[in-house]
């Protein structure tokens, strides 16, 4: 009757032993590491990269205990902060010739003790949250002045190219601060400019004026216009900052929007401020412009002459000078997609580019007029440019789908398609606050978070001992191995954990001691009905998983409300109540059922239980029950 059979017993053990390796590496904790990425998007790391810093460390006198390249970047772990110290200067000096170009950011860096043939197994510790493990937080006030500039900008070649299209003539168009300035000699041609640019150009609101003998009409950004362009640039500049600080691989990093024009960035883990500001600055913006090809540019690339008038100077990756126009084609506003392929012809590496309807458009015209002309794609970051590439124009491109390909390989390919999707900043980003929570602190944190779940699963096995006997004792283990994989299932879904994390763990092993003590009530309940200890065990756990079953359903309805609507640090706390409710069930009703058979089920003459004192309705105690009570 209360008799598990093998294969029950099977999934206990396997579940027991998963539960211990991946819940093990949480207890070995972090050591001081350094972190060695890429300070330039066209700069890629690759797993060679990680012998050559172990060798650089080794030069240095410093013997790392790991070093490991983990996609983005290479991390050595060293012995204590003294030696992290040492191993970034000597690293920084080393990669970096030029410190005021650097092509490598080494940052201070936290890194698990973890065994390798756990880390081998995939068994890796929760990511901490910045209040358990310590980082950097910054607050980030977008320029909003300079994300209407930016449009009134893109807007002037909007009109520019509807008044050409119109073989409109004007005498010329500029932008006097937050508005659009253009001028005409007569004002029949300012008439129909200003009904073509009314309808084409919606966000403008256009006057006009008289200037001596010129006709000037202005064009000024609507406040709805100016709203929604404020609003959409914190929106993309959020987008581009998740997208840049997730490809230095910081893990689990919190970018959210903060009032009408301030972003939250922080950073577990990282612990050196002024290279967590590199990390930030790492945004890029996208540009097109056309190749000058002249005589003068010509000379000027072999630096033969100066560089023309309206052209500037930048390198290819592969560090030749290339003489490019400085009117803007198209920006990174107009890229939907870009995806890493193959030619369809040659079947060469090529980037797959995807263009807005704007951007559709522009470039059309722009291929249709400049065929055989080459074309950059310039990559702007931290002020200073680089030309990705400057693919030749074959023929006009239109439908909104570029091709760009030629002298690259597979991983060129990938490399730049991912640059060009990570998106241009809309505006710029200034830092007005800045805070470091040391490591120290953190430690404080997890103490008394840690300290907080034992002493409560301390006092609820006193109490459940002294009060249900070698049942309360079978509820704690079963307790105590809901603990274990909770920990164990958070860690395999590498779930960042917070104090509110914290706090959800200790509700959890007061929600999940419930369920047991709705199953020991059941069998008493049974042996004060008359029942022998068998039939009492067999009826106590079948009739109580009703009742269990509704409460933890209502119960996860209300975690998975917290999940959906909320976000924080109560997001957080959701994912761990779930989490919690689910091995609840599983721990408190089949682990704990199958060690009370292993214990009583093989006994066919059972004559009592050890299940605390039992009282019959009529007041006299059962003395199958008090025997081994």
Same mark, same amino acid.
């Given at each position: 009757m209360n008799r598990y059979p093998l294969w029950k017993y099977a999934i206990l053990v396997?579940?027991?032993?998963?539960?211990?390796?991946?819940?093990?590496?949480?207890?070995?904790?972090?050591?001081?590491a350094v972190q060695v990425s890429s300070a330039k998007a066209t700069l890629k790391l690759d797993a060679s990269f990680a012998p050559r810093v172990q060798q650089l460390l080794e030069q240095a006198g410093l013997k790392p205990d790991l070093v490991q390249f983990d996609g983005n970047s290479v991390k050595a772990r060293l012995a204590d902060t003294d030696a992290q110290i040492k191993a970034k200067d000597v690293l920084s000096k080393a990669l970096n010739s030029d410190p005021a170009d650097p092509s490598y950011i080494v940052a201070l860096n936290l890194l698990s003790r973890s065994p390798a043939w756990l880390t081998a197994m995939h068994a890796l510790p929760m990511y901490l949250g910045l209040d358990l493990r310590g980082g950097v937080h910054f607050l980030m006030q977008v320029d909003m002045k300079a994300a209407l500039t930016k449009k009134i900008?893109?807007?002037?070649?909007?009109?520019?190219?509807?008044?050409?299209?119109?073989?409109?003539?004007?005498?010329?168009?500029?932008?006097?601060?937050?508005?659009?300035?253009?001028?005409?000699r007569d004002r029949d041609t300012l008439v129909a400019a200003q009904r073509l640019l009314t309808d084409q150009l919606g966000d403008l609101q256009w006057t006009e004026s008289a200037d001596g003998t010129d006709f000037r009409l202005r064009g000024a950004?609507?406040?709805?216009?100016?709203?929604?362009?404020?609003?959409?640039?914190v929106k993309q500049n959020i987008t581009t900052l998740h997208n840049r600080v997730n490809e230095l691989g910081v893990a689990e990093p919190v970018i959210q929007q903060q009032?009408?024009?301030?972003?939250?960035?922080?950073?577990p883990g990282v612990q050196d401020t002024a290279k967590a500001k590199d990390i930030i600055g790492r945004t890029a913006t996208l540009e097109v412009r056309m190749v000058n090809e002249s005589a003068e540019a010509r000379d000027a690339e072999r630096g033969g002459g100066p560089v023309p008038f309206g052209s500037e100077r930048y390198l290819e990756r592969s560090g030749a000078p290339i003489i490019v126009y400085r009117q803007v084609v198209l920006t990174g506003d107009n890229l939907t997609d870009a995806q890493a392929g193959f030619d369809g012809q040659n079947h060469e590496p090529a980037v797959h580019l995807t263009l807005d309807a704007k951007g559709a458009r522009i470039f059309r015209d722009v291929t249709r007029d400049n065929v055989g002309k080459?074309?950059?794609?310039?990559?702007?970051?931290?002020?200073?440019?680089?030309?990705?590439?400057?693919?030749?124009?074959?023929?006009?491109?239109?439908?909104?789908?570029?091709?760009?390909?030629?002298?690259? +390989?597979? +991983?060129?390919?990938?490399?730049?398609?991912?640059?060009l999707r990570a998106g241009s900043l809309a505006a710029p980003m200034e830092i007005i606050e800045e805070r470091t929570i040391g490591p120290s602190l953190?430690?404080?944190?997890?103490?008394?978070?840690?300290n907080?779940?034992?002493?409560?699963?301390?006092?609820?096995?006193?109490?459940?001992?002294?009060?249900?006997?070698?049942f309360g004792l079978v509820s704690t283990l079963a307790l105590a191995f809901n603990l274990l994989l909770l920990v164990a299932v958070l860690s395999m879904l590498q779930a960042t954990l917070t104090l509110p994390g914290i706090a959800a763990i200790a509700l959890a092993l007061g929600m999940a001691i419930d369920?047991?003590?709705?199953?020991?009530?059941?069998?008493?309940?049974?042996?004060?009905?008359?029942?022998?200890?068998?039939?009492?065990i067999h009826n106590g756990y079948d009739r109580a998983f009703g009742t269990i079953l509704d409460s933890n359903i209502t119960t996860l309805i209300a975690g998975v409300a917290l999940l959906a609507f909320g976000s924080g640090p109560v997001r957080g706390f959701a994912v761990v109540h779930c989490l919690g409710i689910l091995t609840s069930m599983f721990s408190a009703v089949m682990f704990s059922r199958g060690l009370v058979n292993l214990w009583y089920g093989g006994r066919k003459r059972l004559k009592s239980l050890s299940i605390g004192q039992v009282w019959r309705p009529d007041g006299a105690t059962s003395a199958k029950s008090v025997a081994k009570a």
């Open positions: 396997v579940a027991l032993l998963v539960g211990l390796i991946y819940t093990a590496p949480n207890f070995f904790g972090e050591a001081p900008d893109s807007l002037a070649g909007d009109a520019r190219t509807l008044l050409r299209d119109k073989n409109i003539r004007h005498a010329g168009i500029a932008r006097e601060g937050d508005s659009l300035e253009l001028r005409f950004l609507k406040p709805a216009a100016a709203r929604l362009i404020q609003e959409q640039a009032g009408l024009d301030r972003v939250v960035v922080q950073l080459r074309m950059a794609i310039l990559l702007f970051e931290k002020g200073k440019g680089e030309v990705v590439t400057a693919p030749v124009i074959r023929s006009e491109i239109s439908g909104g789908r570029v091709q760009i390909s030629g002298r690259m +390989t597979t +991983t060129e390919a990938a490399d730049t398609a991912l640059l953190g430690a404080d944190n997890i103490d008394k978070g840690f907080s779940v034992v002493y409560g699963f301390a006092a609820i096995a006193l109490f459940m001992c002294v009060y249900y006997g070698l369920a047991n003590v709705l199953i020991n009530e059941r069998v008493r309940e049974e042996l004060r009905g008359g029942a022998s200890p068998q039939m009492a």
